[in-house]
């Protein structure tokens, strides 16, 4: 009971706002921080910062970014529009990009992990057939999880 109300109350706390607010208060933002000549102007720029957040090669339309304010369109919007707004959201508010374009998952550590630390490896899973672990690996090579074969230790002098 007590895991389900903790769940709860983080699904609640991490409800994303519509994309078009979020995009209004983008636009709000640049253009207080950037003097344009015009509208399309300003939605070119929030168009080529949300396609570089996003990682795409070619760039979103500013009708793309216009038609995202519309609630009619608000479900024809991609996630990674989505995604993309709302870490460009975050980074103006001060948030490192690195850790906007982070996610939240649950992680157990053998070690001393402090909670709301940043994991920059990705996880594998154990090459020992009967394991079931996925981990993150301390060097390159590691292929076997802690528990199948633990980290060695070199003798104190």
């Not at 949300?50 to 609630?71: C, D, F, H, M, Q």
């Not at 594998?124 to 301390?138: A, E, Q």
């Given at each position: 009971?007590?895991l389900?109300?903790?769940?709860?109350?983080?699904?609640?706390?991490?409800?994303?706002l519509?994309?078009?607010?979020?995009?209004?208060?983008?636009?709000?933002?640049?253009?207080?921080?950037?003097?344009?000549?015009?509208?399309?102007?300003?939605?070119?720029?929030?168009?080529?910062?949300?396609?570089?957040?996003?990682?795409?090669?070619?760039?979103?339309?500013?009708?793309?970014?216009?038609?995202?304010?519309?609630?009619?369109?608000?479900?024809?919007?991609?996630?990674?529009?989505?995604?993309?707004?709302?870490?460009?959201?975050?980074?103006?508010?001060?948030?490192?990009?690195?850790?906007?374009?982070?996610?939240?998952?649950?992680?157990?550590?053998?070690?001393?992990?402090?909670?709301?630390?940043?994991?920059?490896?990705?996880?594998?899973?154990?090459?020992?057939?009967?394991?079931?672990?996925?981990?993150?690996?301390?060097?390159?090579?590691?292929?076997?999880?802690?528990?199948?074969?633990?980290?060695?230790?070199?003798?104190?002098?």
């Amino acid at each position: 009971m007590y895991l389900f109300e903790v769940r709860k109350g983080l699904e609640m706390a991490m409800t994303p706002l519509p994309i078009a607010e979020v995009i209004r208060s983008l636009l709000k933002d640049l253009e207080q921080r950037i003097a344009f000549k015009n509208r399309e102007e300003l939605y070119q720029d929030l168009a080529r910062r949300l396609s570089a957040v996003a990682g795409r090669k070619e760039v979103w339309s500013s009708t793309y970014v216009i038609n995202a304010l519309n609630p009619k369109f608000e479900s024809r919007v991609g996630k990674p529009f989505v995604r993309a707004a709302n870490i460009l959201a975050a980074t103006l508010d001060g948030l490192p990009l690195q850790i906007a374009q982070a996610k939240s998952v649950t992680v157990f550590a053998l070690g001393s992990v402090k909670e709301n630390s940043l994991i920059t490896g990705s996880s594998i899973p154990c090459k020992n057939p009967t394991c079931t672990v996925w981990f993150v690996p301390n060097v390159w090579n590691r292929r076997e999880c802690y528990v199948c074969k633990p980290v060695k230790r070199r003798a104190e002098d």
